[in-house]
């Protein structure tokens, strides 16, 4: 995809232009949307394809409904809100009328975390990994930047299973080298030996910068872009954890049955090592800047640094 | 008994009143049977809803056994899913699975789960978390739209169900999209599992707000065959609106020590119990063959 030569682009955004192309590409694909459609990046698709948008009201228990009716019909629907919403207010839905008839039914929660900045608390969603996680049949994934974004979701089209999409509001960085992206393989962004970094999301460049000034203190970090918690890429985790002996998890989310537990439950049971999982720790997001809101709650690369230190001093 | 649909739907109705009569005795005497070799499951709510389920299956529907996720076929979704004794004893009767399946109802293996499972052949949804069907229903309509098929959707509730909310954010979608191709029924069979639906949570005026939510409103008695069939029709008639049958039942309708007793909501007959439910059956069937 063509950004423009744009550095800095939204996950959401990512996900809006792969619909547009999902449009012409695939004409059973629909868009419903609970009164947020700029906001989740649905109004390129409605704009061109009207007639294959459902206005769905501020209504996310019917919407996901209606999407699996869809989907049971033939279409490919990707049902759009705030991941607060699409992944807990909804969630009886999600389990019932979708997992556990293993739709094609896709859904899109942006503002995922804390960038979502001065909304507070009740926008910033830090529970959908945990939450969509737990279901059979369900696969979650958390797009690094808006490349991973827009594959994503030209795949999850393609996966006759349901699929969760975790999305950001902020624009953010665009990786430099895209190693390439597979729903479900792990992406290995850094090479390393001394401990392994695991990270999803708007993480994975913090946790790169994290690496190289590491690397200043002759700590070789291998950094893991683990885009899909699930399902999760084993193979690629037991070698990484058996390769560097430690392994430290970073994502903006709790880390309470988030994508580090997801880690620690592969490693736990075929390659114990220690392990650190930062991310939000029983606590509730709060108003600011994105930016502040990453240092409040020790979420940047300087954080990242201390934490693999010490990890590395339990080896 | 009719076994085989057709390609073009000439399927071989049951026109005659009296027939679906004895019909609806067949399916009470199987679900009966099924809900005792189980042990367990929920009577009440599978006897009101036979008559409704049986006018549907046996004369309204257009669908196939051979091919059962067709395309242009009209769909059934039971939304209040504990009450799928009724529906598997239909599909099994119109040959969508061997009837020996029915006895195995709730058992380890079974695809007769206790709620039903998509899978099943003839089964349209996963149901049992109650409120989700009319949703569905409201996406299948959309969905069948886009497509330009000519179908019918039918869901089923309870009126307990429409405790919640999802209910009302359904039956705003399906009028906002003009969704004239469904068809909602409503069981009111007056009580759920605490006690009666007055007491429990009183849902006030079930007419005035459909109505007020721009459906077509038709009351019918959802025991009497006659009634009903005047219900479909005039739902069928209605173009620019969904349509709500309120149908006034009776929980357990059938079985005198049965009916409208809230103790019978999740309770399945003991043996003794059944054979006297058989009895009543036999005796409604000898006053029908007159
Ligand atoms: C979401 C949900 N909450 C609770 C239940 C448990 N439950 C099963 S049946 C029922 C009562 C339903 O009453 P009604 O819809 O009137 O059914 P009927 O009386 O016709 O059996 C309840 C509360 C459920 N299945 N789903």
Known sequence: MDWGGKDKVSTRDGFGKALLELGETNKDVVVLSADLTESVRAHWFKEKFPERFISHGVAEQDMIGAAAGMALSGKVPFACTFGAFASGRAWDQVRISVAYMDLNVNIAGTHGGISVGADGATHQSLEEVTLMRVLPNMTVVVPGDAEEAFLATKQAAEMPHPVYLRLGREAAPMFKNNPGFTIGKASVMVPGDDLTIVVCGHMVLKAMAAAEELAKKNISARVINLHTPKPIDKETLIKAATETGAVLTVEEHAVAGGMGSAVAEVLVENRPVPMKLMGMKGKFGVSGEPDKLYEFFHLTERYIVEEAEKLIARK | ?290
Not at chain 2, 109 to 125: A, K, N, T
Not at chain 2, 184 to 199: A, F, M
Not at chain 2, 207 to 213: D, P
Not at chain 2, 244 to 249: E, P, R, S, V
Request: aromatic residues 8%; proline residues 3%; hydrophobic residues 40%.
């Open chain 2, 1 to 290: 008994m009719f076994k085989r649909f057709n390609e073009r739907w000439e399927v071989k109705k049951i026109t005659d009143i009296t027939e679906l009569k004895k019909k609806a005795i067949d399916l009470r005497r199987d679900t009966l049977k099924m809900l005792t070799k189980a042990g367990s499951g929920h009577t009440g709510g599978s006897l009101s809803v036979i008559e409704i389920m049986a006018l549907l299956y046996y004369q309204r529907m257009n669908i196939d056994n051979r091919d059962p996720r067709r395309k242009d076929r009209d769909k059934f979704i039971l939304s209040k899913g504990h009450a799928c004794p009724a529906l598997y004893a239909i599909l099994a009767d119109l040959d969508f699975f061997p009837r020996e399946e029915l006895w195995t109802l709730r058992k380890l293996g079974s695809r007769l789960q206790g709620h039903p499972q998509l899978g099943l052949p003839g089964v349209e949804i996963s149901s049992g978390s109650l409120g989700q069907g009319l949703s569905i229903s409201v996406g299948m309509a959309l969905a069948d739209r886009m497509d330009d098929l000519n179908t019918r959707i039918y869901c089923l509730m309870g009126d307990g169900e429409t405790n919640e909310g999802q209910v009302w954010e359904a039956a705003m979608t399906a009028a906002h999209y003009k969704l004239a191709s469904l068809c909602g029924i409503i069981d009111c069979n007056k009580l759920q599992i605490d006690g009666r639906c007055c007491e429990v949570m009183n849902p006030g005026a079930h007419a005035k707000k459909w109505e007020s939510f721009r459906w077509h409103v038709i009351e019918a008695d959802g025991h009497d065959f006659k009634e009903l069939q005047n219900a479909f029709d005039e739902a069928a008639a209605v173009l620019d609106r969904p349509q709500m049958i309120i149908a006034h039942t009776v929980k357990g309708k059938g079985i005198s020590f049965i009916e409208n007793q809230v103790a019978w909501h999740g309770i399945a007959p003991k043996k003794d119990e059944l054979n006297k439910a058989f009895a009543e059956l036999d005796k409604q069937r000898k006053a029908l063959d007159g």
